[in-house]
Every structure is written in C-alpha cells, then in structure tokens.
C-alpha cells in the first residue's frame, strides 16, 4: 500500500475523444510526476507539479496537460486521443521540491488506457 | 542511446540462487532509485540512492558514482521476487522527474 490512489483502473476511449486521469497522494506530498508507460518499455515522463504547479515537462505534446489541487490529488487530462496514447499511465508523489530532495517515491497502481 | 540502461532484460533463476541486476547511466544524476513492477501494473521503491550502499531484508543496492553504476541484488530469491525490476535516475535538480531504464524482467523457478 503506498497510499497513492489512481482512478479509473481501466479506461477505453476512442480516437479523437478527451480523457481525464486521476491520482489521489499522500498528505504532505507537495510534487507529483505523470508517466507514460508503453508496453514492455520503462515509464516516460510527462510533467511534474509542485505545490499547483508545473515544474518540469518532458518530451509530450501540449494535448497533455495536468492540474494539481490543494488536497493533494491531480489529473491528467488528454486531448484528441490518438492509438499510440494507449499505455499504463502512472502518477508517483513525494514530499520535497523535487524527486531528489525525497527519500522515496511512491508510485500509484496505474491506469491502463486502450484507444481504440 | 538511453541514458539509463539494465542488464539483463530478462533473467530466469531458481529459488534460492544470488541475483544480480545492474544500471549503467551516461549523465550525472542526484540520486538513483531501485523499483519493483509486478504484473499489472504497480510499482513499488526499494531503494533511493546517491552514494555507498543500503541494506533492507534480502535486498541490497549499490551505487558507484565515479562509475556511473548501480547494481541491486537479491539473495536466497524466492518466487515471490519475480517481477520486473527498474532503474531510475534523477538527473539534475529533478525538475525532470525520473528516467527510467527498460527493467529488468526476472522469473525466479521453485
């Protein structure tokens, strides 16, 4: 249990649709970082925020985008899905500024997305 | 090139063998973390690590700096340690997240 929860657990959607992803973390984990796991391949990065807000991106495109709320859950949300958005998409949260600065991340369950 | 890079990709063992997974990385990073993935998706932290060597249960990871070199090992494995294990860095003040290795897909047999 690494008290890092993600909704929807399975997710299918349908090329050009939006989609949202959520990530509910731990009290007092102020950075949380999205990836993009494609099968048999490690995760990607896509975006972390800090404290509501964004910190540091990786190679996506602007049709990904986040939020991160005071409560310490956050979204990922998807624009025109395309077939090669199918993938585990992760959140992992920690306390700190950054990953660096936290002895530990703690990474949520995923949720698998399937475009179809 | 990845920048983070495992070995093996893939590893079958018999319970009770001594593993040994390693991570070569090819820029400096702030600390290095040791991850488990078990089918289906979720991923577990070992180990965070930026320098010497840490110890918990049957796992032990290390790490060489000046080598650009980490090694996670596991001793007397049990079936129960398959899983695919992943090696991640954070490069710079890690405002980039984590790079993550391929993983290392191990199958330990009874």
């Known amino acids: 249990e690494t008290g890092v929860t993600q909704s929807p657990t399975h997710l299918i959607k349908t090329r050009g649709q939006q989609v949202t992803l959520r990530c509910s973390s731990q009290s007092g984990h102020n950075t949380v970082s999205w990836y993009q796991q494609a099968l048999g391949q490690g995760p990607q990065f896509i975006f972390q925020y800090y404290r509501e807000e964004e910190n540091g991106r990786g190679n996506f495109p602007p049709r990904f985008s986040g939020l991160q709320f005071p409560n310490y859950s956050s979204e990922l949300n998807v624009n025109a899905l395309e077939l090669d958005d199918s993938a585990l998409y992760l959140c992992?949260?920690?306390?700190?500024?950054?990953?660096?600065?936290?002895?530990?991340?703690?990474f949520g369950q995923g949720t698998r997305l399937t475009v179809v | 090139k990845n920048e983070v890079e495992q070995s093996p990709q893939n590893l079958t063992a018999q319970e009770g063998e001594f593993i040994t997974i390693n991570c070569s990385y090819s820029?400096?990073?702030?600390?290095l973390h040791w991850l488990q993935q078990h089918p289906g998706g979720g991923i577990v932290s070992l180990f965070m690590l930026s320098s010497g060597k840490k110890k918990h249960g049957r796992l032990i990871a290390t790490i060489n700096i000046q080598e650009k070199h980490s090694s996670l090992h596991i001793t007397a494995s049990h079936p129960r340690d398959s899983a695919v294990y992943i090696c991640?860095?954070?490069?710079?003040?890690?405002?980039?997240?984590?790079?993550f290795g391929k993983g290392t897909h191990l199958i330990i047999q009874p």
């Open positions: 991640a860095v954070s490069i710079g003040g890690g405002a980039d997240g984590l790079t």
């Open positions: 992992a949260s920690s306390s700190g500024t950054t990953f660096f600065q936290s002895s530990e991340a703690f």
């Open positions: 820029v400096g990073i702030s600390a």
